[in-house]
């Protein structure tokens, strides 16, 4: 029996639930595709608003909705404004035949006129308000024309204000239309949308003005309804501004509806306010603002009708599915959904970022191998085919019109074949010239020897150069095939580097906070970005302290016993005025740190030392010292040992492991010069966290470790960097601890003190003698041996590195705080 099976059995019931619940889910998932399909898809949704737009009143005779809404669907829209047409004369009907009749002409007139003159537009959008708020203008003059015979100031004002909320609906209708008729929207909601989306929300709810349901008004129920839907989602700022907008176009709409206004906004207010006890407790706001407003405004007697109406409002909330208002609250900005949407899009455009650079890496990964792969197949049979290629040009010339070329080729192919291959070897490797013993045996084979020894030497001269082209070739190959590696595996790190999402520490953030102002140091904000350990980051905008140093002092030592890790500032932006803020970046302390001290002297007593130096300070929790020598002395020699530091320092930085690196710029400055100039590299690198040293010896001096009484020599056997363009670099580890000390020297150092027959001894004993640890008095007093040992005379360039291991000891002790639990 299985284990699917064996679960089935155990657990039947819950089998049963879970299937019952999918097929519901599935039902549901069903239910809402036809709904949408057919109130979006079929244009029903926009019937409807046509209809109660069209019966929408201002101020009870206006009616400024039924053209901006029919223009602003037939551009957005233009195969559903035959409905919305249909809605409109519809919903005017319900107010007179006059009113449909003028809304059905008037919209004939735009249609003619916008037809017309559409081919001159270059932008439809930005002309259609112009357009609409002209011809409703010019139809409503027409209309009180036609019924009154002139045109009074009165009229003419009310003619203008139509006019103008005309170009304004317009203007909504166009932002909030496309919500309507969008089957699958996915961008957000800009504020300017949500705006346009209450205003015409609101407006279409004035066409329910007059209807009654026992005695209950609808205008008053959906409009409840509506700032309880936004004040739940959204909170109270956006609940009171859906309550006053919605307000105030029902006043407009209606001066009798003037009170509902304040009610409304209070609702708003008070339901966003109460919004984390759930619909309850928004349901509750709703009833306080009612039994407020209508004790306040409108006497006992009505109070009982604003109770049953927000009653009515309530149960339509409660019956809301959770499913309407999290899809509506995805598009509102300020929501946890809204927030939530923002945060799956982010990590989305990461995973194809990632994707992306990982497709590259992959793709310099193949071209790495290919390269490689080039190279291991032109070696397998280059060598025969080299000389077979050169053979077949030597018999060309001197064989192919020889008397005895059947005898020597045909018959005894073998024979002459081994017997030239031996002539070829001896003059390749003895400069043109051939042994006695060979030249013997060629020429009782042979018939015209010299003339085959002079074709020899000439193709000799050619297939060399050759050669030394196809080693230049390989050679550029295989420094392309390194390059493309490290850079691939530069490139993956990356991605995978943009795939480590942001975790939040919303709560830790607050705790910090709550802990350092209950200390009595005011900050302003906090941002944490990890507290990994070993790598925690935080930043804090600190108020200006006119450079008493709080953050260093108080705030960096309150952190360490918060987060259980010595925390340094490491960044740091002052204020420039008294009431600005500092904004300070704080950082794990490494375990360790470096102290470094160097001494150098160039060929006597000159200005420029062939030598050079450098410290890298990788951001990988690493540190590096480095010393160069270029071969000879002078301004070549410094160049070259410069140029060769700085190529490194780059591409270290990049990421590119170390090896790599040393590959590249070995491969570099072979390939770069045809001069025989030449570097030698004495690289250590440190891990502060650790004290783990690697070093890196190409063609130099050992170095040493002084710890007490005790020396380690560091050393390896490659040559310098240009000679060989295929060498493996040989890394030495070794573990350092607190209080060594690391020497590192350039050759002129080492190989400097005259009459001494073991540099290592002679060394060993200088360092056991120095009575200082301190890095720069030790390198200097080294400096100072080996000049004085030559008399005072310096004959090669001399570079002494000396570098000191101690604790991170940190400069302020912690103060105890609250302690921050870190979550997993």
């Given at each position: 029996?299985?284990?699917?099976?064996?679960?089935?059995?155990?657990?039947?019931?819950?089998?049963?639930?879970?299937?019952?619940?999918?097929?519901?889910?599935?039902?549901?998932?069903?239910?809402?595709?036809?709904?949408?399909?057919?109130?979006?898809?079929?244009?029903?949704?926009?019937?409807?608003?046509?209809?109660?737009?069209?019966?929408?009143?201002?101020?009870?005779?206006?009616?400024?909705?039924?053209?901006?809404?029919?223009?602003?669907?037939?551009?957005?829209?233009?195969?559903?404004?035959?409905?919305?047409?249909?809605?409109?004369?519809?919903?005017?009907?319900?107010?007179?035949?006059?009113?449909?009749?003028?809304?059905?002409?008037?919209?004939?007139?735009?249609?003619?006129?916008?037809?017309?003159?559409?081919?001159?537009?270059?932008?439809?959008?930005?002309?259609?308000?112009?357009?609409?708020?002209?011809?409703?203008?010019?139809?409503?003059?027409?209309?009180?024309?036609?019924?009154?015979?002139?045109?009074?100031?009165?009229?003419?004002?009310?003619?203008?204000?139509?006019?103008?909320?005309?170009?304004?609906?317009?203007?909504?209708?166009?932002?909030?239309?496309?919500?309507?008729?969008?089957?699958?929207?996915?961008?957000?909601?800009?504020?300017?949308?949500?705006?346009?989306?209450?205003?015409?929300?609101?407006?279409?709810?004035?066409?329910?003005?007059?209807?009654?349901?026992?005695?209950?008004?609808?205008?008053?129920?959906?409009?409840?309804?509506?700032?309880?839907?936004?004040?739940?989602?959204?909170?109270?700022?956006?609940?009171?501004?859906?309550?006053?907008?919605?307000?105030?176009?029902?006043?407009?709409?209606?001066?009798?509806?003037?009170?509902?206004?304040?009610?409304?906004?209070?609702?708003?207010?008070?339901?966003g306010l109460l919004k984390e006890g759930k619909k309850v407790g928004v349901s509750f706001g709703?009833?306080?603002?009612?039994?407020?407003?209508?004790?306040?405004?409108?006497?006992?007697?009505?109070?009982?009708?604003?109770?049953?109406?927000?009653?009515?409002?309530?149960?339509?909330?409660?019956?809301?599915?959770?499913?309407?208002?999290?899809?509506?609250?995805?598009?509102?900005?300020?929501?946890?959904?809204?927030?939530?949407?923002?945060?799956?899009?982010?990590?989305?455009?990461?995973?194809?970022?990632?994707?992306?650079?990982?497709?590259?890496?992959?793709?310099?990964?193949?071209?790495?191998?290919?390269?490689?792969?080039?190279?291991?197949?032109?070696?397998?049979?280059?060598?025969?085919?080299?000389?077979?290629?050169?053979?077949?040009?030597?018999?060309?010339?001197?064989?192919?019109?020889?008397?005895?070329?059947?005898?020597?080729?045909?018959?005894?192919?073998?024979?002459?074949?081994?017997?030239?291959?031996?002539?070829?070897?001896?003059?390749?490797?003895?400069?043109?010239?051939?042994?006695?013993?060979?030249?013997?045996?060629?020429?009782?084979?042979?018939?015209?020897?010299?003339?085959?020894?002079?074709?020899?030497?000439?193709?000799?001269?050619?297939?060399?150069?050759?050669?030394?082209?196809?080693?230049?070739?390989?050679?550029?190959?295989?420094?392309?095939?390194?390059?493309?590696?490290?850079?691939?595996?530069?490139?993956?790190?990356?991605?995978?580097?943009?795939?480590?999402?942001?975790?939040?520490?919303?709560?830790?953030?607050?705790?910090?906070?709550?802990?350092?102002?209950?200390?009595?140091?005011?900050?302003?904000?906090?941002?944490?970005?990890?507290?990994?350990?070993?790598?925690?980051?935080?930043?804090?905008?600190?108020?200006?302290?006119?450079?008493?140093?709080?953050?260093?002092?108080?705030?960096?030592?309150?952190?360490?016993?918060?987060?259980?890790?010595?925390?340094?500032?490491?960044?740091?932006?002052?204020?420039?005025?008294?009431?600005?803020?500092?904004?300070?970046?704080?950082?794990?302390?490494?375990?360790?740190?470096?102290?470094?001290?160097?001494?150098?002297?160039?060929?006597?007593?000159?200005?420029?030392?062939?030598?050079?130096?450098?410290?890298?300070?990788?951001?990988?929790?690493?540190?590096?010292?480095?010393?160069?020598?270029?071969?000879?002395?002078?301004?070549?020699?410094?160049?070259?040992?410069?140029?060769?530091?700085?190529?490194?320092?780059?591409?270290?930085?990049?990421?590119?492991?170390?090896?790599?690196?040393?590959?590249?710029?070995?491969?570099?400055?072979?390939?770069?010069?045809?001069?025989?100039?030449?570097?030698?590299?004495d690289l250590a690198m440190i891990d502060l966290q650790t004290a783990a040293a690697k070093f890196?010896?190409?063609?130099?001096?050992?170095?040493?470790?002084?710890?007490?009484?005790?020396?380690?020599?560091?050393?390896?056997?490659?040559?310098?960097?240009?000679?060989?363009?295929?060498?493996?670099?040989?890394?030495?580890?070794?573990?350092?601890?607190?209080?060594?000390?690391?020497?590192?020297?350039?050759?002129?150092?080492?190989?400097?003190?005259?009459?001494?027959?073991?540099?290592?001894?002679?060394?060993?004993?200088?360092?056991?003698?120095?009575?200082?640890?301190?890095?720069?008095?030790?390198?200097?007093?080294?400096?100072?041996?080996?000049?004085?040992?030559?008399?005072?005379?310096?004959?090669?360039?001399?570079?002494?590195?000396?570098?000191?291991?101690?604790?991170?000891?940190?400069?302020?002790?912690?103060?105890?705080?609250?302690?921050?639990?870190?979550?997993?």
């Amino acid at each position: 029996m299985g284990k699917v099976e064996q679960e089935l059995i155990e657990s039947p019931g819950e089998v049963n639930f879970q299937t019952t619940e999918m097929a519901f889910q599935k039902i549901m998932r069903k239910i809402q595709f036809q709904l949408e399909s057919f109130f979006i898809r079929k244009g029903i949704l926009l019937l409807m608003i046509g209809f109660l737009l069209g019966r929408a009143l201002i101020l009870a005779k206006l009616t400024p909705f039924s053209l901006p809404f029919f223009a602003s669907v037939y551009v957005i829209k233009k195969d559903r404004a035959p409905l919305a047409l249909i809605g409109l004369i519809t919903g005017a009907a319900t107010l007179s035949l006059a009113n449909a009749a003028f809304t059905f002409t008037i919209t004939i007139f735009f249609l003619i006129v916008f037809r017309i003159s559409q081919k001159w537009l270059k932008n439809e959008m930005k002309a259609l308000p112009f357009y609409v708020a002209a011809i409703l203008g010019v139809g409503k003059w027409a209309e009180s024309f036609i019924l009154f015979h002139q045109l009074t100031i009165y009229n003419g004002m009310m003619v203008g204000v139509q006019a103008c909320l005309a170009f304004i609906l317009t203007l909504i209708f166009l932002q909030s239309i496309p919500l309507f008729t969008l089957y699958k929207r996915r961008q957000l909601l800009k504020t300017e949308e949500i705006v346009c989306l209450i205003i015409m929300l609101a407006s279409i709810m004035t066409g329910t003005i007059g209807w009654k349901l026992y005695d209950l008004s609808i205008e008053h129920i959906l409009a409840r309804y509506l700032v309880m839907i936004f004040a739940f989602i959204a909170g109270a700022t956006v609940g009171s501004t859906v309550g006053v907008v919605t307000g105030l176009i029902f006043t407009l709409a209606s001066i009798s509806s003037f009170y509902h206004m304040s009610l409304l906004a209070f609702t708003g207010v008070l339901g966003g306010l109460l919004k984390e006890g759930k619909k309850v407790g928004v349901s509750f706001g709703l009833l306080i603002a009612t039994l407020l407003i209508g004790m306040y405004g409108e006497g006992g007697g009505s109070v009982k009708l604003m109770l049953l109406e927000s009653a009515a409002a309530i149960g339509l909330f409660l019956l809301t599915p959770r499913a309407l208002t999290s899809r509506l609250a995805k598009y509102i900005p300020g929501t946890p959904e809204y927030t939530a949407e923002q945060q799956k899009y982010m990590r989305k455009m990461r995973d194809v970022t990632a994707h992306r650079v990982s497709q590259f890496s992959s793709v310099f990964d193949a071209l790495s191998k290919s390269f490689s792969q080039m190279e291991l197949l032109s070696k397998e049979d280059e060598g025969q085919r080299e000389l077979d290629y050169f053979m077949g040009n030597v018999t060309a010339k001197t064989c192919q019109n020889c008397f005895k070329k059947e005898q020597c080729w045909a018959k005894n192919f073998a024979t002459t074949y081994t017997a030239m291959e031996e002539v070829i070897h001896e003059m390749d490797q003895n400069d043109g010239s051939i042994s006695l013993r060979v030249s013997r045996e060629w020429e009782k084979l042979c018939s015209r020897p010299k003339k085959v020894y002079d074709t020899i030497s000439q193709e000799l001269t050619f297939f060399q150069a050759s050669k030394k082209l196809k080693r230049k070739v390989h050679e550029s190959r295989k420094l392309v095939a390194d390059q493309l590696m490290g850079v691939s595996e530069v490139m993956d790190n990356f991605a995978k580097e943009i795939q480590r999402e942001r975790e939040n520490y919303y709560k830790q953030e607050e705790q910090i906070i709550e802990a350092i102002q209950g200390f009595g140091i005011h900050i302003e904000q906090v941002e944490i970005y990890s507290l990994e350990p070993g790598n925690i980051d935080i930043e804090m905008a600190v108020p200006f302290c006119n450079g008493h140093g709080e953050c260093e002092k108080l705030i960096a030592p309150m952190l360490t016993d918060i987060l259980g890790e010595t925390i340094v500032v490491k960044k740091e932006e002052c204020a420039s005025h008294s009431g600005g803020f500092c904004q300070t970046t704080f950082r794990s302390s490494k375990a360790f740190v470096v102290e470094t001290g160097f001494a150098h002297a160039a060929k006597d007593g000159g200005l420029i030392s062939g030598d050079s130096y450098s410290t890298i300070e990788l951001g990988f929790g690493k540190y590096a010292l480095a010393i160069s020598d270029g071969m000879g002395n002078g301004e070549r020699a410094h160049y070259e040992s410069k140029e060769t530091l700085q190529l490194l320092q780059k591409i270290l930085q990049s990421g590119i492991e170390e090896k790599v690196a040393i590959k590249s710029v070995n491969s570099i400055l072979s390939l770069r010069t045809t001069d025989e100039i030449f570097s030698t590299l004495d690289l250590a690198m440190i891990d502060l966290q650790t004290a783990a040293a690697k070093f890196l010896k190409i063609g130099s001096t050992p170095s040493f470790i002084k710890r007490g009484h005790k020396i380690i020599k560091i050393q390896a056997s490659n040559l310098p960097m240009g000679i060989l363009q295929e060498f493996e670099v040989d890394v030495v580890a070794e573990q350092l601890k607190a209080g060594d000390l690391l020497i590192m020297m350039s050759d002129g150092v080492f190989e400097g003190p005259k009459h001494v027959e073991n540099y290592d001894v002679w060394m060993k004993r200088k360092l056991l003698e120095l009575e200082t640890d301190d890095p720069q008095e030790v390198a200097d007093l080294i400096l100072e041996e080996v000049i004085r040992s030559r008399a005072d005379m310096i004959d090669d360039d001399m570079t002494v590195a000396v570098a000191k291991i101690k604790h991170n000891t940190p400069k302020w002790a912690s103060i105890p705080v609250q302690k921050l639990r870190r979550q997993a």
